[in-house]
T-cell receptor
């Protein structure tokens, strides 16, 4: 079983739509749940993270963790073409800075 | 503050050759991690170095190796290249003492093996 499973997409939505990106993980010891965004031909950059269970909101983005079901979600409200990127979930850390990354969901927001 | 710098950005090699990739972390960052990114497998952890010591290693064959220098710069080497080694190799540095271990990635070195 993989440590992290992520819906692969790709996902294509019209501008202004609400987007839901999801991951499941297997290791109950994970405490930090990171979401990275990767634009084409760039390295990933941290979008936001949550610690333990619960929700965290940052502008149009909401990260949600349900540790009981080992389920991680990222919601994007009022999606914009500039949100078009690959989104990677990364729970961890495990043994210092080892994070397990999901395979990424490619999002395309159409104008 | 300069970001993580990786060189070279693109390279083409043939099977059997070896390659060395370089990474300069953000100034003050002492931890450097390497990841391999492929369309099918996503990001897979290769290894992590801190103060010139490898603290963690992923499930890659011994052909993949790395090291870190006293100035925190790091290199990774892949010997006897195989077609399946074609990938984007990402280096990430992180700040000591940061609880989340946020990783700051470079733009990667794209390796094509023919």
């Amino acid at each position: 079983q993989k440590e992290v499973e992520q819906d692969p997409g790709p996902l294509s939505v019209p501008e202004g739509a609400i987007v839901s990106l999801n991951c499941t993980y297997s290791n109950s010891a994970f405490q930090y749940f990171m979401w990275y965004r990767q634009y084409s031909r760039k390295g990933p950059e941290l979008l936001m993270y949550t610690y333990s269970s619960g929700n965290k909101e940052d502008g149009r983005f909401t990260a949600q963790v349900d540790k009981s079901s080992k389920y991680i979600s990222l919601f994007i409200r009022d999606s914009q073409p500039s949100d078009s990127a690959t989104y990677l979930c990364a729970p961890g850390p495990h043994n210092f800075n080892k994070f397990y990354f999901g395979s990424g969901t490619k999002l395309n927001v159409k104008p | 503050k300069a970001g993580v710098t990786q060189t070279p950005r693109y390279l083409i090699k043939t099977r059997g050759q070896q390659v060395t990739l370089s990474c300069s972390p953000i100034s003050g960052h002492r931890s450097v991690s390497w990841y391999q990114q492929t369309p099918g497998q996503g990001l897979q952890f290769l290894f992590e170095y801190f103060s010139e010591t490898q603290r963690n290693k992923g499930n890659f064959p011994g052909r993949f190796s790395g090291r870190q220098f006293s100035n925190s710069r790091s290199e990774m080497n892949v010997s006897t290249l195989e077609l399946g080694d074609s990938a984007l190799y990402l280096c990430a540095s992180s700040q000591p003492g940061q609880d989340t271990g946020e990783l700051f990635f470079g733009e990667g070195s794209r390796l094509t093996v023919l």
